[in-house]
């Protein structure tokens, strides 16, 4: 046997790939030396596996995915596993999922994407809350995580709304929502009180009122109670024509507020 092919009979059978992978050692290697790849192998990652490489990850050497000590361990490729924890210190503790490129990407950890995938959770976020930052809810070191947090305004509006119950009539129950909005405090937004109450946008008291306690609210600390036109300034609620039209036709009335929005919850006459 030549003395070249001895050396080619070494070479095979010296080479640290062996049976590892089902890849052909010509698709990242030379003949001249197993080390460094060839700058133009004809393997393509993003053709060729399940994990497309983009962004910094087209920057990545081999060696940083597929770790190890021995050519064993270098080309166990199948033992790869996909998700960005293998690689990447999770900050948020497994509080997030594992679903990293709801908010990142491959080309940095640039939250640009956050706001559109917040939209997804409990709390959407538009208006104001949209140029918040995370650290805003979630705190400096993201200790408020999922779980963790409430979407009660006053949560996070506790101050404004002390300030508001001192300085104004403010009601005292929370439920901020059926009078404001995300954009601003003021001007007050009931636009949920007709589907959440009563209909005031719509319908027959559409324009019939003038404030919220003026007709309505009598009490300005307690929206709970409630008038329906019975404090004297509907003339069409008037107790005279009120009595009048429910005699006889309607067992065991009442005039009373709570009575008539048992019976007529949309505001209809003829309910």
Known sequence: M?????????????????????IPCSRCHTPNAWTPLDPVRSFNHTRDTLFPLTGRHTEADCIQC?????????????????ECGNCHMDIHMN????????????????????????????????????????????GINFDRLVGQLSTDCVVCHEQQFNAAQLATD????????????????????????????????????????????????????NYQIF???LNGLCHEHDKSSMDSKHSGEVSNYVYNSARCYDC????????
């Open 2 to 22: 030549s003395a070249s092919a001895i050396i080619l009979m070494l070479l095979l059978t010296s080479s640290p790939q062996g049976d590892l992978t089902d």
């Open 66 to 82: 597929h770790p190890g000590e021995t050519a064993e361990e270098t080309h166990a490729f199948a033992k790869a596993r996909p």
């Open 95 to 138: 509080q997030m999922g594992s679903e990293c490129d709801r908010c990142h990407n491959t080309n940095d950890w640039d939250m640009s994407r956050w706001t559109r995938n917040h939209s997804q959770t409990v709390l959407p976020l538009d208006g104001m809350h949209a140029s918040l930052e995370c650290r805003d809810c979630h």
């Open 170 to 221: 403010h009601p005292d129950n929370q439920m901020c929502r059926f009078c404001h909005n995300s954009r601003a405090w003021v001007p007050i937004d009931m636009s949920l009180h007709d589907s959440g109450f009563f209909p005031i946008y719509t319908g027959s008291h559409r324009g019939t009122w003038s404030t919220c306690t003026a007709e309505c609210h009598i009490d300005p600390t």
């Open 227 to 229: 008038s329906c036109g």
């Open 264 to 271: 007529h919850p949309d505001g209809r006459g003829g309910d």
